[in-house]
Structure formats: C-alpha cells, structure tokens
C-alpha cells in the first residue's frame, strides 16, 4: 500500500525550515528518501532502517520511528537548490519492492 | 561519475507495436530495476533483477516483460503497446534492495 505523504505542496522563502512527513499503515523495514528536480532524474538522499536513527546530509535530516511508521525530512535553512519534488520509499520486508509516496512539491523562493 | 543510461529520451509509438527500453550501468550493480512514473501516483516498480538473467515481478508487470542478459544492461519489453501505457519510464540501480541511481528516463508515448 502505498505511503501518505504530507503536505502535498510547500512554498518557503529561503532560510525558512519545512518538514515532510511520510506514513504508512504496515510495519516498516526500511524508508527512503529522494529528491526530483522537474525534468531530471530522482535523486537518491538517503536511507534509514528500523531501530528509529536519525541520518543528516548537510541541512537536510530524517528520523524514521517504526513504531508509528513513518518518517519525517528536516530541511533547515532552505535554499533555492531544495525545490523539487521529494518522494519517500518505504520497504515492507526488506527486499526490492520500494514503494513509493505520491511525493511533496517544495518551492524555494528567494 | 557513476552512470545510468538509457537509450532514448522521448519515444512515440503505435498501439500494438513492441517496444524496447533500454538501461545500462556502469557502476557493477548487481540490482536494477524498472518504474514507470504518473504524475499523483508516484513511481510504480514494474519488474527489477538481482542478478543476470534473473528477474522478478513488481506491483504492476501486466504487458511488459524484462530481459538481462548481461550484468550492466536491463531492458524493458512492451510486448503489445497499448495507451494506457503512455508514461514516464525510469530504470535504476542499485548495491542494495532500494534504488540508488536513476536514469534521465524515457517518456514513452503510444498513440
């Protein structure tokens, strides 16, 4: 089943913070974030595993709490390179079949 | 640079023909994987592969078919081309059971 992202959409001024949060109705073994900019390709940002780590690149971040399954991305101090859309990819039992949330659309303006 | 490459970029055809999509990697993957991306729905796992010539069904395989027949190179069959496949089609690798590395895509129009 697919995973519920939230907000849909995001419009920031640029320094402003966001936070995008990604759930699901199954128990989870993993959870993935990604980034697609319009007309590329999506970016692999990060992954986390149960057992509730927090990972951080540079000023975006992600905790992932399997007892609630779900996970949220931190961005601080956004700048214009964040806008995109933002997809998370949640794994049920460990093997190939990511699936994927409908994404976010974050909008960064100066 | 790690690189995924697929054939083509933009892609018309008609509605019956067979159609190939091809993926190459040149970063020793062992996983690849085949999405196809609609705008609200996310990206969909079509089929993916763990290794030569082995190839397992995602959520939605019905109409396509999958051949790899060499460890950098995954291609993705349109056995009959029908509209409703018109979409964006993306092919990935991996060094674990998630995609990592994403090519530009093909946008596939049947008419």
């Known amino acids: 089943q697919q995973p519920v992202q939230s907000p849909q959409a995001v419009i920031l001024r640029e320094g402003e913070d966001a936070v995008i949060n990604c759930s699901s109705s199954?128990?989870?073994?993993?959870v993935h974030w990604y980034r697609q900019k319009h007309g590329e390709a999506p970016v692999f940002l990060m992954i986390?595993?149960?057992?509730?780590e927090q990972k951080g690149h540079e000023k975006i971040s992600a905790s992932f709490n399997e007892k609630k399954q779900q996970s949220s991305l931190y961005l601080t101090a956004s700048q214009l390179s964040y806008s995109g859309t933002y997809f998370c990819?949640?794994?049920?039992?460990?093997?190939?079949?990511?699936?994927f949330g409908a994404g976010t659309r974050l909008f960064v303006k100066a | 640079d790690v690189k995924v490459t697929q054939s083509s970029r933009y892609l018309v055809k008609r509605t019956g023909e067979k159609v190939f999509l091809e993926c190459v990697q040149d970063?020793?993957?062992?996983?690849m994987f085949w999405y196809r991306q609609d705008p609200g729905l996310g990206l969909r796992l079509i089929y993916f592969?763990?290794?030569?010539?082995?190839?397992e069904k995602g959520d939605i395989p019905e109409g396509y078919s999958v051949s790899r027949e060499k460890k950098e190179r995954f291609s993705l069959i349109l056995e009959s081309a029908s509209t409703n496949q018109t979409s964006m089609y993306l092919c990935?690798?991996?060094?674990?059971?998630?995609?990592?590395?994403f090519g530009d895509g093909t946008r596939l129009s049947i008419l």
């Open positions: 990935a690798s991996s060094t674990q059971g998630a995609p990592q590395h």
């Open positions: 199954k128990a989870l073994y993993s």
């Open positions: 986390l595993l149960k057992g509730g």
């Open positions: 990819g949640t794994e049920v039992t460990g093997g190939f079949k990511t699936i």
């Open positions: 970063m020793d993957h062992e996983n």
């Open positions: 592969s763990y290794d030569v010539k082995m190839k």
